[in-house]
Structures are given as C-alpha cells and as structure tokens.
C-alpha cells in the first residue's frame, strides 16, 4: 500500500500561484506513472499533469504553459506549480499514483487506471 499526502491548496487572486506536494508513504515502483487531477463541483475529474519514472511529463491543454509538474525521489514528493492561476482552476487537486503503467498522460486520462490517490487539496481562485 502507498498512501499519498497532498498540501500547499489556498485560496488566490487569479494571476498568483501555487504549489502543490504530494508526499508518498513510500517509494512507490521502479516504473510509475504519476498524475494531478482535479475536479470541479458538478463535473468529472480531470487530468491535469502527470510525469513518470523517466521524468516525462504531460499536460492537459487548458494547463500547459502555466503548470509544471516535478518530482524529488529522494523525497518520494512530487510537486505541481501553478502559474497564472485562472477562476477555471478552482477544484479539488488529487495526486495518484499508478504502479503499472501502460502509459502516461494527462489530457483525457482515466482515474480508473490509477491505483492509490491522495485525500485531496482545495485550490480556489478568485477573479
């Protein structure tokens, strides 16, 4: 089992920042794909970035260019820094992790191929 912490979600005039942790109980596999999704009131969860064991990362469209997705694997943490925050993003922002990856992506990725999810962390952003 792999619990995951996430921290760092506010409250933020639109245009400020954020970032994001997510602390893993353990180190997680040697191949991994790990993801930041959202999700908004009345609307499905999203993903928003991911990165995996190499270090390769994926963006959703509506985040690119403002979001950074990272990881320290010493830390078992991976981060997501939000730039540019828009009143859009306000959501609930979960990390997942999956142990067995196909692949990994973050545009139109399933939440089902994930296996252990943090308890998530309210981002709010005021226009």
């Known amino acids: 089992q792999v619990q995951l912490v996430e921290s760092g979600g506010g409250s933020v005039q639109a245009g400020e920042s954020l970032r994001l942790s997510c602390v893993a109980s353990r180190y997680i596999y040697s191949n991994y794909c790990m993801g930041w999704f959202r999700q908004a009131p009345g609307k499905e969860r999203e993903g928003v970035a991911a990165i995996d064991s190499d270090g390769y990362t994926s963006y959703a469209n509506s985040v690119k260019g403002r979001f950074t997705i990272s990881q320290d694997n010493a830390k078992n943490t991976r981060y997501l820094q939000m730039n540019n925050l828009k009143a859009e993003d306000s959501a609930i922002y979960y990390c997942?992790?999956?142990?067995?990856?196909?692949?990994?992506?973050?545009?139109?990725?399933?939440?089902?191929?994930?296996?252990?999810w943090g308890q998530g962390t309210q981002v709010t952003v005021s226009s």
């Open positions: 997942a992790a999956d142990p067995d990856p196909y692949e990994c992506y973050a545009e139109h990725s399933d939440p089902d191929d994930f296996t252990y």
